[in-house]
Every structure is written in C-alpha cells, then in structure tokens.
C-alpha cells in the first residue's frame, strides 16, 4: 500500500513514516521543511499542502491512504499564517484525496480540541463539542482543521477517514507542548491547581497512527497512553523543580521575571485537566501502549 505523509518532516511525522517503512508501506512524504537524513525509500517532495506542487504529488502518484501532519499544534507559536497552514491546509488534503482516489485518510488532531475549564466533565468522549475555541482564541485553527476533518465523515463517504484526538506525546526528541514546558530547571504551576496530565510516548503516538491505518477506521477516535498523572509530579519526575505562582503573578509575568511565555488562554490548562476516554479507539484496533508513564517521562529526561 502506498502511503503519502504530510507534515513527515516533523518529530511525530518522521516516527510515523519510519513505522510505516518497518510494517511494509511504501511512503511518500510531503513538507516545507527538509528531511536530511530520511531513509532512501521514502519519496520526499519540499511544497506547501495549500500549493499546486503538492497536488501534483497527489495527482502524479496516487498514494491509497494519506496521513494529514502538517499542523502547526505548538502552543506558543502564533503568526498569521498559522490559521491558514491549518484551516486551509486540512481543507487542501481533504480535497486532494477526495479528488484523486485517495481510498483511506487519517487526520491527526490534538485533545486540547476539548478545551480546560472548571466544569469539564473528567473524561471526555468523542461527542462532546470543543469549548476550547472560546477559552483558548489561540486554539481556533485548531478546532477549525479538526471540525473541517471531521466533516469528511458525511461529505465523503467513500474515503475511510479518521480523526485522531492524540494527547500530549512526550519522548526523547524533547519536542512537543509538553516537553517545552518542562524545559527549563525550574517549572511554574499555578498556586492552588495541579491538574491531570494525560499523555503519550511519542513513539506509541506514532504506533497509534499506524495502528488506525491498519484498521481502516472510520470515525472520530481520542487517543491516549497510560493514565493522567498529576502536573507537579511530572516535573519532579522530569528532574525539575515546581515552583508554584499565584495566577495574578503568572498572568503579569508571562515572558518575564523568569517564567516562560504562553498565551494567556493556556493558564486554564494549568488549571484544569483534560483526560480524554479512548475506550473506541481501543475496542476498535485493540491497540496498546508499549511506554507506561514512569518509562515515558524517564525517556524524556535521560534524552540528550
């Protein structure tokens, strides 16, 4: 099976590909940035999904099943051209398998679709709607491409598409939302708050996307490792000291006196978990974690 991978050059998107590569696919890979030492089997193609090169990828090879990675999902990331890589990105993949007899399509989305708040259900199912949009601004592309994803489901009916809800991926390559937060000694909490954090080894991640592949499924479908562990003992676990921070302190200080900067709709997901069921996807692909959570935060601190 032919296999086409947007957004491979990525940390989750290179792990994705190389799983593909050991289960027997034949990938092709399409990103703006560069893969330098990318196995010699993987096609790749350096163009914009949103452009017309990456069309002519679709239209002059004709991949069975594609993987949608090329979002930008990194909290503190923010330019103008964020909502128009994601929104229209995803609107541009859609379109692209539809049009050229793409048979399987994957998206891979963020639980952070769900949004924090203090009346969140503990667990969250696939139903619910996102609120996270209206918390958190800075989330609505996000929301947007995994709302257009899903919508897929109905309008084309033909392709088996999934829509992945991953939580946090956490790993050796330090890369992620989660890893950037522990990246410094010291890591500021919210005084009075220490939520769930749920989260995944990024190399299981990888094997999930694989996995929903395998199985052809078609649905919307959360995604998670071993269970929620609280936020302060995931930093002590990381080797990093909490220091907690009255939330009027934190929200003067973002990006100064020594606390890290994030958008101020990401204080609430320091405040409240999001725990997401992932009994469907289990049932499903009967897919298991290889990476408990002592083994996955313990990659990420011994990681050079």
């Known amino acids: 099976m032919k296999v086409l991978v947007t957004g491979i050059s990525g940390t989750l998107g290179r792990l994705t590909a190389l799983k593909l590569l050991q289960h027997g696919y034949e990938v092709i890979g399409i990103d703006r940035r560069p893969w330098p030492e990318a ?20 239209r002059t090879h004709r991949p069975d099943a594609a993987i949608h990675m090329a979002t930008v999902t990194h909290l503190v990331h ?26 399987q399509a994957v998206f891979a989305g963020r639980h952070t679709f769900y949004g924090a708040a203090a009346d969140s259900p503990l667990y969250h199912t696939e139903d619910e709607p996102p609120i996270s949009a209206h918390t958190f601004p800075e989330l609505a592309d996000l929301v947007a491409a995994d ?12 392709i088996a598409t999934s829509v992945l809800r991953i939580v946090y991926t956490l790993g050796p390559s330090k890369h992620g939302t989660l890893a ?3 990246h410094g000694p010291n ?9 769930l954090f749920h989260f995944i080894h990024e190399d299981d991640a990888a094997e999930a996307i694989v996995t929903a592949l395998a199985h052809k499924l078609h649905g919307i479908f959360n995604v ?7 936020l302060s003992t995931i930093v002590r676990a990381a080797g990093r000291r909490p220091l907690p ?9 973002l990006g100064r006196l020594g606390l890290p900067y994030i958008p ?6 320091l405040k409240y978990p999001i725990v997401v069921d992932s009994d469907a996807f289990r049932r499903a692909t009967r897919y298991t974690y290889a990476y408990d959570e002592r083994e996955t935060i313990n990659s990420f601190r011994t990681a050079r």
Not at 224 to 230: A, I, K, L, Q
Not at 245 to 253: E, N, Q, R, S
């Open 78 to 103: 923010q330019s103008p051209d964020r909502m128009r890589v994601n929104l229209y990105g995803t609107r541009a993949f859609i379109h692209h398998c539809r049009s050229y007899g793409v048979k």
């Open 39 to 58: 196995p010699d089997a993987i096609e790749l193609f350096q163009a914009d999904i949103r452009k017309r090169p990456a069309e002519d990828v679709f």
């Open 245 to 253: 921070v009255p939330a009027t302190v934190f929200k003067l200080g």
């Open 187 to 195: 890591v500021p909490l919210i005084m009075g708050f220490d939520p």
């Open 180 to 182: 950037s937060f522990l």
């Open 147 to 158: 709302l257009y994803a899903a919508s897929a489901l109905w309008r084309y009916p033909e």
């Open 224 to 230: 998670s490792g071993p269970s929620p562990v609280p």
């Open 264 to 269: 101020s709709g990401a204080i609430d997901h």
